[in-house]
């Protein structure tokens, strides 16, 4: 042993080589498996078998004076190694020797489980030979095995060891002992090795056995054999206990590596459920040990523990699958563990079947007498416990569908208790054992409270509507009460067995009710205060009803505050719903400290709880009360640094009332900052955590009533942070960047510039030290986390802006584009904007975004004036620190980005002076970002017109642009001649124009382009040139068609076979040319349009036309059959769509594939076609209107090979098409309607589209019932149906609507 112990050691002394301290430390559960090991146990694993063995195991025969020592000791050791399977103090999980190997499975160490599983296997393996006279043993009647049993003496060894004495002496006396069996005498072998051990091999002298066991005799079983039974059996659950610990999600090893432990704990429990029962006796009852209700309860445990609990919100597909198939596994053996009980019932013989039915329900089986030499085992039989682990695994899972098998389960655990009627079956059964509940064989598989916990828990991902929800899980309420009154009316009336009756049986305790509160609270929608409320509601009415039973504890208080907590943050912006959600969490908070005594061992809920309500009371805008709940926590010593956090939060955040509360949290700050440097000054460590109460309270002095005093505070505030710092880095008043740039963005329009470049300066410094130190270094976690970022820059930009300091904002420019010390302080579009207002003439005057952030753009659009700015001097030791074009092209695109008259004319004179300054010398730009920069400029002028900006002819600016550079080009000036961009944005900007003239402009512009073309080598006509001027006749109604398909024809023509393919008419050119038609004012062009896509199709599948028409083709023609208004508009359109079902099937057209919105335009032609309702159709019609509608509601609502659904205009269409399409006076109508709307809720698709519809198709009475009741809205003021807008139904109704696409800026 001590050569093994010092092998040991050395291992772990290689391990931990490099710590500080080395310990040596064996684990005394190693020390008892060594021993164990020197016995002989596991005897055929470590001494006789090789990896390469195929042989069985031999038998294992052990003198029955030794075999209960050994199984104790074997006892003893395995739930020890299974002990250190467990998380925790004494957990051997990680170290890489004998025990624990667990990321490893395979290798030549074993796992502490893998170690268990060999000495249960030998104890089990074991045939106990008696030699007392007393209890007969007939070898020879053992099946053959494949080598000869092996007898072990009262040590146990086995096989070939070193010499040992200890071994030889009692070998020596078993000599002895067999000599004297051999001539006839008993030799009393206690008496001759008592020196050696002191245990007795008789197995139980009060036992007289009444029948030998010679031959086929039956021997009776003793409560010694029972023992040896039970003993091992509770050996193969430690051994079960030990793989599922192993294979928990809290030993942190790696999914795989859990798999494959609880996989060995369920093939272990199979392979033992797999042994043969037959020729049991004395001498083999270890062999033919099984499993009990703790056996597959430690099975189901194994594989519901392997997941760990899943959010609602998570993302991980993976773990959901795998918590998913856990549930699954462990329902599984749950059911195994019915059919086994089933099986087992089967085989009995009718006195067995007898006595295991009286055994349990817990009858004394000595009434019965011996029945017969099985041991006392009873058919297992599931039990709470095991529902209880099922129920636990579902409700791990975040499935939607995991609450339904959740409840499912749980009812098929109360049909089973109703069969099963434990009341009844007591009442027959004589037996004080089972009246007291002292046998634990009673059957007691009946819900208790850990089945409603477990069942509250799995209903947290239920995919339900919130009324389904909240109404599933009241009613769950309502069985935990009536189960409570069965118990007691069973009780009050003595029927059942009294240990049901107990208040720790009770159903609804502080565990279940707090259960159903959470549950409750976690079933509203993130985003809904209605639904929020209606839970908070609920969950004061439980536990007002809680408290007349069950006394609520500082959980269930904690669980009703937080459920206030999150419905307040729904109230928005809503004060009167924050206020009332305060005054309700003050009232458990009333509760919860109004008994101190009574929750003193809770105090880290109360704690939570009071920091909740003075969170709450912030929200509320009322500090007044905030500060009375923090005193009464001061005063009770329940507050921790959280506390003080969130009453400073609260109060700095109402300081726009009176500066004094932003004091009083200063008060606070400050006199925790005196106590926590005085306490122990060299052990203070600076934290994020107080810095960020600083900043609150500067937050709240920027922001107060009084401006001027405020800023002062701060400023001060601000000073003291940086004077505490740098006199002492442990100082817990650490400044960072955020105490800084609010303070400067304050200053920046109330004082000069002096005191920002004083601030960034600082800053800088700061930053300076802090890169000077080494990333690891001890003082790296002193140093305060300041850097000069954009915001602090553009601060300071914006106070030069407002005194006019041109100079020295182009100098900061420069350093944040190109300074090493400024390196997170780039230009931004903010820096572009203040800079671009800089060059105003009157930029003193000008008013600035007082956003501390930096984020405002409101830019002053005066004449720009850039006289007087002396780039050449702006030089930062010795560094050419000035502008970089880059950046004036920035501030110039401020202006062409705006989208406005005023804006363009700027970007234009900015222009020409950057020509003038690039002449001079004083900024270098490249020749050709000019031209790209006067692209930009017509862009200015094209958003001038999308924008609607009337007030001149932006188009003729653009075009004016265009002039300009066409003269630029006579000149001779080439880098300035127009390009592509020059007239295809001319042509956009004439295109968007909404002057009477516009198309014909646009088409003249494309003309010039064909011309220019032609000249130079670098022009080239494009497809899109055709297709804008194409769409645009689209706006002239009379001669708009004709225009179109000549040009569309000459585009054909003279482009159609063009080598360059951009300038070949492609698809968008004939979506255009449809597009004109079908929105023509002459409404039969729908036939030409079809007739076209037909004839398109055709060329283009004969190789004739690079045009290959869409999914938009087809849309354009549907929508030109639907303004037709006719009465076969949905055949044709049916038509279509058919069409492009075919291609989409036969030819592969992937594009072509229908989605939702093709299958509405159909429901949308039956809407808009011809009223049909007072014509007599046959009803077997298929080609009317509704038929149609039917037909493809139908489609939608199914499943399909196009995974389409429906969606709100689905339905907004079905109803307008049955208004229009069947008769008022049809009694089917109204509930039709009335059905289809309860669907449309359903399914969440109620958009005001789909309400207005509904609301238009039925009359008002109708109307105010499908929507919940006329007095429920009246509630809210609204008596008129009209009035009732979508956002004042139910969130349920309205949650898969998605929000409409959006179309871009300006568009019709």
């Known amino acids: 042993v001590h050569n093994q112990l010092e092998a040991a050691d050395n291992k772990i002394m290689e391990n931990e080589i490099g710590m500080n301290t080395i310990k040596k430390k064996v684990p005394s559960t190693m020390v008892c498996a060594l021993l164990l090991e020197l016995i002989g146990i596991p005897q055929y694993y470590s001494h006789i078998s090789t990896p390469t063995s195929t042989d069985s195991p031999p038998i294992m025969t052990v003198h029955s004076s030794q075999v209960d020592k050994m199984i104790e000791c074997s006892l003893l050791t395995a739930a020890a190694l299974s002990n250190t399977c467990r998380v925790g103090r004494n957990s051997l999980i990680g170290y890489d020797f004998n025990s624990q190997n667990i990321n490893n499975a395979h290798s030549a160490t074993k796992t502490a489980a893998a170690l268990a599983e060999e000495i249960w296997r030998s104890v089990s393996n074991m045939q106990i030979l008696y030699t007392s006279g007393n209890r007969g043993s007939d070898i020879s009647d053992e099946p053959d095995l494949p080598r ?35 001539d006839g005498d008993f030799v009393n072998e206690q008496d001759t090795i008592s020196d050696v051990d002191d245990f007795d091999y008789i197995d139980d002298p009060s036992v007289v056995p009444t029948t030998s066991s010679v031959g086929n005799n039956v021997v009776p079983w003793s409560p010694k054999d029972q023992r040896r039974y039970d003993q091992t059996l509770m050996m193969f659950n430690s051994v079960l206990d030990a793989y599922a610990k192993l294979g928990s999600s809290a030993s942190g090893t790696r999914p795989e590596i859990r798999r494959e432990m609880v996989m060995n704990c369920e093939r272990l429990l199979l392979e033992v459920v797999a042994r043969e029962k037959t020729n049991i006796s004395p001498e083999t009852i270890l062999q033919h040990v099984q499993p009990d209700g703790i056996s597959f309860n430690t099975v189901m445990k194994a594989w519901a523990g392997m997941s760990p609990k899943q959010r609602g919100n998570s993302k991980d597909e993976y773990a959901k699958t795998i918590s998913s198939a856990t549930a699954e596994r462990t329902e599984g053996i749950l059911e195994m563990m019915h059919e086994y009980y089933e099986k087992e019932r089967a085989h009995m013989n009718t006195l067995e079947t007898i006595q295991a039915s009286w055994r349990e329900r817990g009858g004394s089986s000595i009434a019965l007498g011996v029945l017969s030499t099985a041991p006392n ?181 904690g669980f009703g505050i937080n459920a206030w907590a999150a419905c307040a943050m729904q109230a928005q912006s809503d004060k009167s719903h924050v206020e009332q959600c305060a005054e309700k969490a003050s009232v458990h908070l009333f509760h919860l400290l109004s008994d101190y005594t009574k929750f003193e061992s809770e105090k880290s809920v109360k704690i939570n709880a009071i920091n909740d309500v003075i969170n709450l009371y912030g929200k509320a805008s009322q500090p007044i009360k905030a500060v009375e709940v923090f005193e009464t926590a001061k005063e009770k010593q329940l507050y921790n640094l959280q506390s003080l956090a969130v009453i400073v939060d609260a109060l700095a955040k109402n300081s726009y009332m009176d500066i004094s509360y932003v004091d009083k949290a200063k008060q606070y700050l400050l006199e925790f900052e005196r106590d926590k440097m005085r306490m122990s000054p060299s052990l203070v460590f600076p934290d994020m955590k107080y810095t960020k109460m600083y900043n609150s309270v500067i937050s709240g002095y920027l922001n107060c009533n009084q401006k001027d005093k405020g800023l002062a505070q701060a400023q001060s505030l601000l000073a003291y942070m940086i004077e505490s710092h740098e006199s002492n880095p442990r100082h817990i008043a650490r400044p960072n960047t955020t105490s800084f740039v609010p303070v400067m963005s304050s200053l920046a329009y109330n004082d000069g510039p002096q005191l920002l470049e004083k601030l960034l300066s600082k800053m800088e410094s700061l930053y ?166 006067y692209n930009n400029v017509i862009n200015a002028w094209c958003e001038c017109e999308r924008n609607d900006n009337a007030s001149v002819s932006v188009s003729e600016k653009a075009e004016a642009v265009l002039d300009y550079l066409f003269e630029q080009h006579r000149k001779g000036v080439e880098a300035l001649s127009p390009n592509n961009a020059s007239f295809s944005l001319c042509i956009k900007s004439w295109c968007r124009s909404n002057r009477p003239d516009a198309p014909e402009r646009a088409e003249q512009i494309l003309r010039r382009k064909e011309v220019f073309a032609k000249e130079q080598s670098n022009v080239y006509i494009s497809a899109p040139d055709y297709n804008q001027v194409i769409a645009k006749w689209r ?209 969440g698709l109620v958009s005001q589209f789909a309400l207005e519809s509904f609301q238009d198709c039925v009359l008002d009475y109708q109307f105010w019932k499908a929507i919940g009741g006329e007095e429920r809205f009246a509630l809210l003021g609204k008596t008129d149906p009209k009035t009732i807008k979508v956002e004042d139904l139910p969130q349920e109704w309205k949650r898969n609507v998605k929000p409409p696409k959006r179309r871009g800026k300006g568009t019709k």
């Open 148 to 182: 000869p049993p092996i007898r072990i003496g009262r040590i146990g060894f086995i096989s070939e060891q070193e010499y040992n004495p200890l071994i030889e002496y009692v070998s020596a006396l078993r000599e002895v002992a067999d000599e004297g069996n051999a």
């Open 377 to 557: 085992s009873i058919p297992v039989t599931p039990n709470t416990a095991s529902y209880n682990i099922a129920l636990n695994a579902w409700s791990k899972s975040s499935d939607p569908d995991s609450a339904i098998k959740a409840l499912e389960l749980f009812k098929r655990m109360v049909q089973r208790c109703n069969n099963a009627c434990i009341a009844r079956e007591a009442m027959v059964i004589d037996s004080a054992e089972a009246a007291h509940g002292t046998n634990p064989r009673v059957f007691n598989a009946i819900p208790d409270s850990r089945t409603f916990t477990a069942l509250l828990s799995a209903l947290n991902h239920t995919s339900s509507t919130f009324n389904e929800a909240c109404d599933l899980v009241l009613s769950i309420f309502v069985v935990m009460k009536e189960w409570d009154d069965q118990l007691r009316w069973c009780s009050e009336h003595k029927i059942g067995p009294p240990y049901l009756f107990r208040d720790s049986n009770r159903v609804l305790n502080e565990f279940t009710y707090n259960a159903l509160i959470r549950t409750l609270s976690r079933l509203p929608a993130t985003n809904s205060w209605e639904e929020h409320y209606e839970c908070c509601n609920q969950i004061d009415k439980i536990i007002e009803e809680m408290s007349e039973s069950v006394s609520p504890n500082a959980i269930t208080r």
């Open 768 to 933: 300076q030290r802090r890169n000077s130190i080494l990333p690891h270094s001890p003082d790296a976690k002193l140093v305060a986390n300041v850097e000069p970022n954009t915001t602090a820059c553009n601060t300071l930009l914006k106070a030069y802006a407002r005194v006019g300091n041109r100079q020295s904002a182009l100098q900061l420019l420069g350093r944040m584009e190109k300074d090493a010390n400024l390196s997170s302080a780039r230009p931004d579009d903010n820096t572009h904007a203040i800079m671009s207002t800089l060059f105003s003439d009157d930029s003193s005057a000008k008013t600035f975004s007082s956003d501390s952030s930096g984020n405002g753009k409101k830019v002053n659009l005066d004449i720009l004036n850039v006289n007087g700015i002396n780039l050449k001097d702006l030089n930062l030791n010795g560094q050419d620190l000035k502008p970089t074009a880059k950046s004036f092209e920035s501030m110039m695109n401020i202006y062409t980005t705006s989208g406005t008259v005023e804006g363009a004319e700027k970007a234009t004179e900015l222009l020409h002076q950057l020509e003038r300054m690039n002449a001079s010398g004083e900024i270098s730009f490249k020749p050709e970002r000019f031209l790209h920069n």
């Open 1035 to 1243: 706006d002239a109604q009379v001669n708009g068609p004709d225009r179109a398909r000549r040009l569309f024809k000459e585009m054909d023509q003279n482009y159609g076979s063009a080598a360059e393919l951009k300038a070949r008419p492609n698809t968008v050119t004939f979506n255009s040319l449809l597009d004109v038609l079908a929105k023509s004012k002459s409404r039969d062009l729908a036939s030409e349009c079809e007739e076209l896509l037909k004839q398109r199709n055709e060329l283009f599948k004969e190789g004739k036309s690079s045009i290959l028409p869409d999914i938009i083709s087809y849309r354009s023609c549907i929508d030109a059959w639907i303004r037709q208004w006719q009465k076969d508009s949905p055949q044709k359109v049916e038509a279509l769509v058919k069409d492009m079902i075919k291609k989409y099937s036969m030819e592969g057209r992937k594009d072509l594939r229908p989605d939702a919105d093709i299958f509405n335009l159909v429901l949308k032609a039956c809407a808009h076609a011809t009223v049909t309702w007072h014509e007599d159709i046959e009803k077997e019609a298929n080609d009317t209107p509704i038929s149609i509608a039917n037909r493809t509601f139908a489609l939608l609502k199914g499943k399909n090979e196009f995974n389409a659904n429906p969606t709100h205009a689905t339905y907004a269409f079905m109803f307008i098409a049955y208004k229009f399409h069947l008769d008022f006076d049809n009694s089917r109508y109204t509930p039709l309607l009335l059905m289809l709307w309860k669907q449309c809720c359903n399914d």
